[in-house]
Structures are given as structure tokens and as C-alpha cells.
């Protein structure tokens, strides 16, 4: 049976191999003609394709399944799923550090702490805590002192016994978690939409009800996938654009 053939791909050794061959397999996928095979090559095929391991090749397959793309069937192979569509969220990875530094530099406000039950909407990310410890900040301008973003963090509260709230001033809750509390923080998922500012936010931002938002989501993950910090923040929408600038 004939196999699909995937793109070649010249690989950047700064970033994950697994991210990179994923990535390139999906625009291979996306990018088929309607005649072209189903089947995808086996994992040591398309591994010696790629020019990385089988464990590395296994990554990136499974990356693909789990976003529809692809179904794998133990001793028949690996098929393009036929319906597959565009339209998933494409995943950009970035560094902890660039999180840090998009958090900073700003003067910070501590509005109020303490432990509260798990919000309905962040139910899903904490299910194993009834209370999870809640952080509200108001960032501003340094040199106007105008109101530029609202933040509010969601922590683990065994993670919260550890925090010392003057921290928190000074620095953003992942520069805290990572190098105060020692947490292990694995990766952080951003996700950016477009609303507009309700009543409490245009209040605290200083600008009119309705005013267009930035509406920011963090998930922060440890090693076991287990969320460690929820943070929503809103950004002031004629104050801040988010720039993603991708190494070719």
C-alpha cells in the first residue's frame, strides 16, 4: 500500500525537534492533495525522514493525534484522518523567561490575598482543591502612573504557604513560583482574546464601560501536567499589542 510522503525539513537545533517535526507533518497533512494517500509512513520511516529518533518521531505523532489530525491502529498503521480540518490553535513555544519579561517592568499594586473556593470557570484546571489562594495586582505606568492591566492569579494553596506577598510587588507570580517557591514549572499555555472592559475592569483600568480589552489566560503546568497557576489578566486595549516573532 502506497504511503503518504511528508515534506522534508531543515531542523533548528534551539527548538524542540519534536514541536518541529510536528509542525512540519501538519502542514505536510493540511497541505495534501485530495488523491493522496491516507497512510502515513511507520515511525522508523518517517523518523529516518526527519533525521531524529523513533522516541522523537513517537512525540510528535501523538502530538498530531491528540489534535484530530491523525488516527493510530496497533498493527495496521498510522492513518491521515480524512475529515481533518484547519482551524486548531497553533501552538507558538517560547520560553518562561519571555514570560517573565512580558510581565515585568511595571509599577505593581497589591489589591488584595487570600484563600477562596475554586471559581466554577477555573473548576476544570483545579480538580483536585476545594480553595485555591487568590492574588489581585494592579499594574502601572511607572512614569504616568496610569493603570495599564488588571492581574489576577489562581495558585495551588500549598504553593501560596510559600509566597510572601511583598514578592509579588516586585515581581511577576511566574519569576515568584519559579525562583522563590522553587515550583517545577514545565510550560505555560496563553491564550488572548478580544472583550470588552465590564464595569469593575473599567473602573480599576481607569477607562470607559465597554472600552476594548485585552483578555489574558496563563495556565501554568508542572512536569506531571498538573496546573500549578491560572493567571487573567485584562490589558488596557490602546496600550498594549501581543508579537509573536518566529525564527525561520
Given at each position: 500500500?502506497?504511503?503518504?510522503?511528508?515534506?522534508?525539513?531543515?531542523?533548528?537545533?534551539?527548538?524542540?525537534?519534536?514541536?518541529?517535526?510536528?509542525?512540519?507533518?501538519?502542514?505536510?497533512?493540511?497541505?495534501?492533495?485530495?488523491?493522496?494517500?491516507?497512510?502515513?509512513?511507520?515511525?522508523?520511516?518517517?523518523?529516518?525522514?526527519?533525521?531524529?529518533?523513533?522516541?522523537?518521531?513517537?512525540?510528535?505523532?501523538?502530538?498530531?493525534?491528540?489534535?484530530?489530525?491523525?488516527?493510530?491502529?496497533?498493527?495496521?498503521?498510522?492513518?491521515?484522518?480524512?475529515?481533518?480540518?484547519?482551524?486548531?490553535?497553533?501552538?507558538?513555544?517560547?520560553?518562561?523567561?519571555?514570560?517573565?519579561?512580558?510581565?515585568?517592568?511595571?509599577?505593581?499594586?497589591?489589591?488584595?490575598?487570600?484563600?477562596?473556593?475554586?471559581p466554577a470557570r477555573l473548576a476544570e484546571y483545579f480538580p483536585?482543591?476545594?480553595?485555591?489562594?487568590?492574588?489581585?495586582?494592579?499594574?502601572?505606568?511607572?512614569?504616568?502612573?496610569?493603570?495599564?492591566?488588571?492581574?489576577?492569579?489562581?495558585?495551588?494553596?500549598?504553593?501560596?504557604?510559600?509566597?510572601?506577598?511583598?514578592?509579588?510587588?516586585r515581581w511577576p507570580m511566574t519569576k515568584v513560583l519559579r525562583?522563590?517557591?522553587?515550583?517545577?514549572?514545565?510550560?505555560?499555555?496563553?491564550?488572548?482574546?478580544?472583550?470588552?472592559?465590564?464595569?469593575?475592569?473599567?473602573?480599576?483600568?481607569?477607562?470607559?464601560?465597554?472600552?476594548?480589552?485585552?483578555?489574558?489566560?496563563?495556565?501554568?503546568?508542572?512536569s506531571e501536567g498538573r496546573v500549578l497557576d491560572v493567571a487573567?489578566?485584562?490589558?488596557?486595549?490602546?496600550?498594549?499589542?501581543?508579537?509573536?516573532?518566529?525564527?525561520?
Open positions: 500500500m502506497t504511503s503518504f510522503a511528508p515534506d522534508s525539513i531543515v531542523l533548528n537545533r534551539k527548538l524542540p525537534l519534536w514541536y518541529q517535526v510536528s509542525q512540519s507533518l501538519r502542514a505536510s497533512i493540511l497541505g495534501r492533495s485530495p488523491e493522496d494517500p491516507l497512510r502515513l509512513p511507520t515511525e522508523e520511516r518517517l523518523a529516518e525522514h526527519y533525521g531524529v529518533s523513533v522516541l522523537t518521531m513517537r512525540q510528535a505523532l501523538k502530538e498530531l493525534e491528540d489534535e484530530g489530525l491523525i488516527s493510530r491502529h496497533r498493527r495496521r498503521g498510522t492513518f491521515i484522518e480524512p475529515g481533518a480540518r484547519r482551524g486548531a490553535p497553533v501552538r507558538l513555544l517560547g520560553s518562561v523567561d519571555a514570560i517573565v519579561a512580558q510581565q515585568s517592568g511595571m509599577t505593581t499594586e497589591l489589591l488584595g490575598h487570600g484563600r477562596v473556593p475554586v483536585d482543591c476545594a480553595e485555591v489562594a487568590s492574588y489581585h495586582r494592579l499594574r502601572c505606568d511607572e512614569k504616568t502612573g496610569e493603570p495599564t492591566n488588571h492581574a489576577v492569579n489562581h495558585i495551588r494553596p500549598e504553593l501560596a504557604e510559600r509566597v510572601d506577598v511583598d514578592d509579588l510587588v525562583d522563590v517557591v522553587k515550583a517545577d514549572i514545565s510550560r505555560i499555555t496563553d491564550t488572548v482574546e478580544a472583550r470588552l472592559a465590564d464595569p469593575e475592569t473599567a473602573r480599576l483600568l481607569q477607562i470607559p464601560l465597554l472600552s476594548p480589552i485585552l483578555h489574558y489566560t496563563g495556565v501554568t503546568y508542572d487573567v489578566i485584562h490589558y488596557r486595549g490602546d496600550r498594549f499589542s501581543f508579537t509573536v516573532t518566529l525564527d525561520a
